[in-house]
């Protein structure tokens, strides 16, 4: 087994620093739709993304993006990092919710 020195891991991080933005997004998406869209295309079809476009929505900030990806992952029992998570928020506030993304 190599152990993996922090040091490795900062330039690793400064690296994806770059492109990091697209980056996490991408990974967002695959988390999701590996993990996520099944179960809300049962409920509204397609690919389910009704479910974060509908006028009713319940999510109305990123606070409560975050809150709500959460509550779905708990329930899944997913063990997500901290990072994975929050590539799938910006995943989904990239495509869907769009909070403080100027048009
Ligand atoms: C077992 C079914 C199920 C799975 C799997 C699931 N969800 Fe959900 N999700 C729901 C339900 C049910 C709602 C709607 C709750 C409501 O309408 O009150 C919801 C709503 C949401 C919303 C809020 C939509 C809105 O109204 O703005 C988000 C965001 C969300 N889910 C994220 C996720 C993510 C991320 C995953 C994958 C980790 C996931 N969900 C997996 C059942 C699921």
Not at 21 to 48: E, P, R, S, Y
Not at 59 to 81: E, I
Request: glycine share 6%; hydrophobic share 35%.
């Amino acid at each position: 087994m190599h152990k993996i020195s922090s040091g490795l891991i900062c330039s690793l991080t400064l690296l994806g620093l770059q492109t990091f933005a697209t980056a996490a997004v991408a990974d967002g998406k695959t988390l999701h739709n590996a993990n996520c869209i099944q179960c809300h295309a049962q409920m509204k079809g397609a690919d389910g993304s009704a479910i974060y476009t509908r006028t009713d929505r319940r999510v109305q900030d990123m606070p409560g993006l975050s809150k709500q990806v959460t509550r779905c992952t708990n329930s899944l029992g997913l063990a997500w990092t901290e990072q994975q998570h929050q590539d799938v928020v910006d995943y989904l506030n990239s495509s869907f919710y769009k909070f403080n993304i100027k048009p």
